[in-house]
């Protein structure tokens, strides 16, 4: 298992705008993050929706961080460019199970606190640790 691609390159992406001591272009974070220009668009639009990058247009345009890094969480990046992070389908809300069981099965109470495990140790580490 592992985190997406999308994950991956979100948490460079914020990593990067939380070490620059300046205001970022699309291209320059594109290419400090060894991703595409137009995936890095995708994934600060997400950011930025959710105050983790700020946007700025014009001439003097371009990209920073939202919030002291202090305050930004990998599992708060994640969870930006993905939704609620959840191990296993089965323990999303509304989430009907193939198998025909009815109510929480053992293995979703495994997978659940796995789960909370893993968003446990995502949330403790914060950007300001990371650069």
Do not use: W
Not at 29 to 43: D, G, P, Q, W, Y
Not at 46 to 60: E, Q, T
Not at 73 to 102: N, Q
């Amino acid at each position: 298992m592992h985190i997406t691609l999308e994950s991956d390159y979100a948490i460079r992406i914020v990593g990067s705008l939380a070490a620059s001591e300046k205001r970022l272009d699309a291209k320059a974070i594109s290419e400090m993050t060894c991703v595409t220009l137009r995936f890095a668009l995708k994934i600060l639009r997400k950011l930025a929706s959710d105050g983790i990058v700020k946007s700025f247009k014009g001439k003097n345009g371009g990209y920073e961080i939202g919030r002291d890094p202090s305050e930004i969480s990998m599992m708060d990046v994640i969870e930006s460019v993905e939704g609620k992070y959840y191990l296993s389908r089965c323990l999303a809300s509304g989430y009907e199970c193939t198998r025909g069981m009815s109510g929480r099965c053992s293995y979703q109470k495994v997978f659940d606190q796995i789960s909370e495990e893993v968003e446990r140790k995502l949330s403790s580490y914060t950007f300001d640790m990371l650069i």
